[in-house]
């Protein structure tokens, strides 16, 4: 079995930079180039505004970047290998997931690796730490991931690669509100995958006087497995039933497809494993640990003729016009898809502003308007 851990959109608050308080995300995976030879591809994902520490090895950062080799039934490491500084973009604007001045960095690592040995071989990364404001764990301030890949025998013998997960770049809905995310994963290899909950996995500590050792917030050389889960406040969370919803939330078999309604506000993470089959022989297994942010209720303190977003026609045909309430500050109006995929968002004052529908595909879609006195949201269908 194989394993990546991805650590995706997990909005970190803590102010100490060496416990890389920045991270919210980031995944493991590889593709066989032939032979006993591989590209790995570590791609992490930090809060531009959060205050920590840079990516590892980036400039500035406080610790390299490192991954640390194991043969299989082995804690004595083959080999670590520090990475070079990530190639690193701006990958949303600010505002998304109406969090004030709000933006995502992504930084891709890169590095190609020759495993002679013969058997399974382990390659991990670890770092902590996780949101302390996570509402599902048990101190999760205090509790890193752990990224890894298991290259299996019957893997490295067909020269397989890894499925990769393709999230979505933001997890927020609203209490009540029904949630729609597609969390499935591609196989270069084409073959056939299935999804369900399960739980992510522990990796690093608080450690910051001895920060390299095995406690500390980034292990050097990476500790080999076996890893240990993350504990869920139970009986209210496990790892199959991580976010509180009516109807609780289920994860499609054959889909990855996560869907339910929120009925309590916070922040919550999960893990999705998706198993590889070929010919209907299990081959790997790859996780995809994520946060999905649940939001309350908004005030609004504007007077009653402020509380109201109008959309028409609703079902609309060809044209839709939104209409944004009178306000003396300026609003911030984002289209989501069902997926929580952004079709088209922009700034401005009250007044009325009219979308062709071409940009929008038939279906329902949920419209976002919000300042500093309100938050209003309406659906629409588009024919």
């Known amino acids: 079995m194989k394993t990546f851990i991805a650590a995706l959109y997990l909005l970190v608050l803590l102010p100490l930079n060496l416990q890389a308080a920045h991270i919210i995300g980031g995944q493991l995976s590889y593709e066989c180039t032939g032979g006993n030879n591989y590209r790995f591809t570590l791609v992490m994902y930090r809060d531009c505004q959060g205050g920590g520490a840079p990516f590892d090895s980036a400039p500035g950062a406080p610790f390299p ?32 997931c109406f969090i004030p001045s709000f933006c995502i960095e992504k930084g891709t690592y890169s590095f190609d690796l020759t495993i002679p040995v013969t058997g399974g071989v382990y390659v991990t990364y670890q770092r902590c730490c996780l949101n302390n404001t996570i509402s599902n764990l048990n101190a999760p301030g205090e509790t890193g991931m752990t990224y890894y890949i298991y290259l299996s025998p019957e893997a490295r013998s067909l020269c397989n690669s890894s499925p990769v997960f393709n999230p979505p770049l933001m997890a927020c809905s609203f209490i009540n509100e029904p949630f729609t995310f597609d969390h499935s994963a591609t196989d270069a290899d084409g073959d056939s995958l299935a999804y ?28 080999p497995p076996p890893y240990s889960e993350v504990s869920f406040i139970t009986p209210s969370y496990s790892a199959s039933q991580p976010i509180p919803g ?8 054959t889909t990855g497809i996560v869907s339910g309604t929120p009925n309590i506000a916070g922040r919550f993470a999960y893990a999705i494993c998706v198993s590889e089959f070929r010919n209907g022989v299990l081959l790997s297994q790859s996780q995809l640990v994520f946060q999905h942010n649940v939001a309350g209720p908004v005030a609004v303190s504007e007077p009653v003729e402020m509380q109201a977003l109008h959309v028409f026609p609703n079902p609309a045909s060809g044209e839709v016009s939104i209409e944004l309430p009178v306000s003396s500050e300026a609003f911030q109006v984002a289209i989501f898809n069902l997926n929580g995929q952004l079709q088209t968002s ?11 529908t071409g940009v929008l595909r038939p279906g329902l879609y949920l419209i976002h308007a919000w300042n500093g006195k309100g938050h209003f949201r309406l659906k629409i269908v588009v024919h």
């Not at 299989?72 to 973009?89: H, K, R």
């Open 196 to 223: 369900a909950f399960c739980a992510p996995l522990d990796g690093g500590g608080s450690d910051q006087q001895n920060a390299t050792g095995p406690g500390g917030v980034a292990p050097s050389p990476d500790l």
């Open 246 to 253: 009516d109807p609780y939330f289920t994860i499609g078999e």
């Open 346 to 356: 922009w700034s401005g004052v009250s007044g009325t502003r009219k979308i062709p």
């Open 65 to 96: 970047a490192s991954v640390t080799v194991y043969s299989a039934g082995s804690s004595v490491p083959l080999s670590t290998i520090l990475l070079d500084a990530p190639a690193v973009e701006t990958i949303l604007p600010d505002n998304n």
